[in-house]
């Protein structure tokens, strides 16, 4: 009985790391993309590990601000992207450009989101994983959050 639960940890540990994850994504920052009282999606983690990440991509990272809290936000800027940097403050638009290794993450939410308009650039190695699809609430299952709004 303790080799099947090991071997069944093992292999749920490998589905997990390498195909998908089950992830709850929760909070008004990607409204009107995935709901405010919280999104069941999958992610991915083998567009990181093939570097296919792209721009409108919905990802999940680690905060750049809270090591133990997880984010989900759109990429609007990838590696030599120009992005606004202060998209939706009504003062002069400011503009820079996204380095090597960094991504500019936002959440769809313009006026209720925590993102890179207030911590930067994101470091690529905090990036976890691509959602790929919306499996809760079950109305919206089919649809597709990654790629959809992909803004500039």
């Not at 296919?52 to 680690?62: P, Y």
């Not at 984010?71 to 990838?78: E, P, Q």
């Amino acid at each position: 009985a303790w080799d099947t639960g090991r071997r069944y940890a093992c292999y749920v540990h490998v589905f997990t790391e390498y195909v998908c994850e089950v992830t709850l994504c929760v909070g008004p920052s990607m409204m009107p993309t995935l709901n405010q009282s919280g999104d069941i999606i999958l992610t991915e983690s083998w567009s990181l590990r093939k570097n296919e990440l792209r721009r409108g991509d919905v990802v999940v990272a680690i905060s750049p601000r809270n090591r133990d809290a997880a984010i989900c936000k759109r990429i609007l800027g990838m590696p030599g992207d120009r992005v606004c940097t202060n998209a939706g403050e009504g003062s002069a638009r400011t503009f820079d450009t996204v380095p090597k290794g960094k991504v500019w993450l936002q959440g769809d939410n313009l006026y209720n989101s925590t993102d890179s308009r207030i911590y930067g650039m994101v470091p690529l190695g905090l990036v976890k994983a691509r959602a790929f699809v919306r499996i809760w609430p079950p109305h919206e299952v089919l649809h597709t959050p990654t790629r959809a709004r992909a803004r500039r």
